[in-house]
């Protein structure tokens, strides 16, 4: 028994010796900390004087502030930063990016703002723009009403005056070519560019000719996606709404079957979106053409009109005498485009305009 008690007598005897030796090592231990402590705010407090002493107190704050970076990094803070137009139309976004970018649609239809709605004038050119004074005087007066977006060769410096309502506006753009996909993907760049502005409700261009012509250019391939009696054929041309719009720029599916089964003698951009648009969304289409144009010279191009053929006649027969649709009401203003028009043209344009189109 004695041994067995005799163990449990020193452990205990050794416990307290240890808890003893503890207590008298603890306090040397703060002691150091607290000294080394002192020693660095004493270090401290002189860089601190050094510093403001040297460059400035005002230096010091600014360069603190400026590495501060808020939580929410480049979130917006406003609703004016989601709905305020770019400032600058030129950016490095891929198509893909863009076309993806464009066709966000609010779920909500009421807009918690006040919404001006404007119209996007879109024009798709090799460079500069004949016409560009006539626009002027049309669009003055307009601001706030209308956007404007150009798509030129890459190569093209517009030299347009910071006055002009051209100045700065275009987009970044690649070589299109006429007859071919590029030329739609020129079209759809111009929307997806007006889509980043939600303010722009209207897109003007014009479907030439939306009937069943052109079918001989018609490949079976593209059967069943698209049937031959919903093949339609147009041109540059086109005055759409939004939803349209987005439909365009958002499409996956036809734009594959044209690429592939629609090239020279079948010219994609004559029947790439009036086609589709008759197929999605044909009850939203005019059906018919508002385009004015004139056939008569005979070829296979429409007549050019140059200075010699600008006259009030010519006016009278661009837009007299005919009746057509609009929102299901007869109407006699039926073409909102005519074509061709040489740049020879501008001088007696510019003349007449105050006395027939009223501008």
Not at 12 to 28: C, E, G, H, I, T
Not at 114 to 128: D, E, N, Q, S, W
Not at 229 to 257: C, H, V
Not at 264 to 284: K, R, S, W
């Amino acid at each position: 028994m004695q041994s067995s008690v005799a163990p449990l007598e020193d452990g205990r005897v050794n416990a307290v010796l240890s808890r003893s030796n503890q207590s008298k090592a603890l306090p040397l231990r703060a002691l150091q900390i607290l000294v080394l402590f002192f020693v660095l705010c004493i270090v401290f407090s002189v860089i601190s004087v050094y510093t403001v002493k040297h460059f400035g107190i005002q230096n010091v704050v600014t360069s603190v502030k400026d590495g501060f970076q808020p939580c929410y990094g480049k979130e917006p803070g406003t609703l004016e930063s989601w709905i305020k137009p770019p400032s600058n139309l030129m950016h490095n976004l891929t198509d893909k990016e863009l076309f993806w970018r464009a066709s966000f649609v609010p779920r909500i239809k009421k807009y918690p703002f006040r919404r001006v709605p404007k119209i996007a004038f879109m024009f798709l050119t090799k460079g500069p723009l004949p016409l560009a004074p006539l626009w002027e005087r049309f669009l003055k007066g307009h601001e706030g009403f209308y956007s404007i977006y150009i798509h030129s060769l890459p190569s093209f410096q517009a030299k347009f005056p910071s006055s002009s309502v051209f100045h700065n506006k275009q987009i970044p753009s690649q070589i299109s070519e006429w007859g071919k996909m590029s030329m739609c993907d020129a079209e759809r760049r111009l929307l997806a560019n007006a889509l980043l502005d939600i303010s722009n409700e209207r897109f003007m261009g014009a479907f030439d000719d939306p009937g069943p012509y052109g079918r001989g250019r018609y490949n079976e391939n593209m059967a069943p996606l698209v049937d031959i009696t919903r093949w339609r054929k147009g041109s540059q041309w086109f005055e759409i709404n939004r939803k349209l719009a987005i439909n365009i720029i958002e499409d996956t599916t036809f734009y594959p079957k044209f690429e592939q089964f629609c090239k020279p003698a079948c010219y994609v951009d004559e029947h790439y979106f009036p086609t589709m648009l008759t197929i999605q969304a044909g009850n939203l289409l005019a059906n018919r053409s508002i385009t004015w144009v004139d056939w008569s010279r005979g070829g296979a191009h429409p007549a050019t009109f140059g200075r010699t053929d600008i006259t009030e006649e010519f006016f009278q027969r661009a837009r007299g005498g005919h009746q057509c649709l609009y929102n299901n009401r007869n109407t006699s203003v039926c073409f909102l485009f005519a074509r061709k028009i040489a740049p020879s043209a501008m001088e007696p344009l510019l003349r007449i305009a105050p006395k027939v189109l009223g501008f």
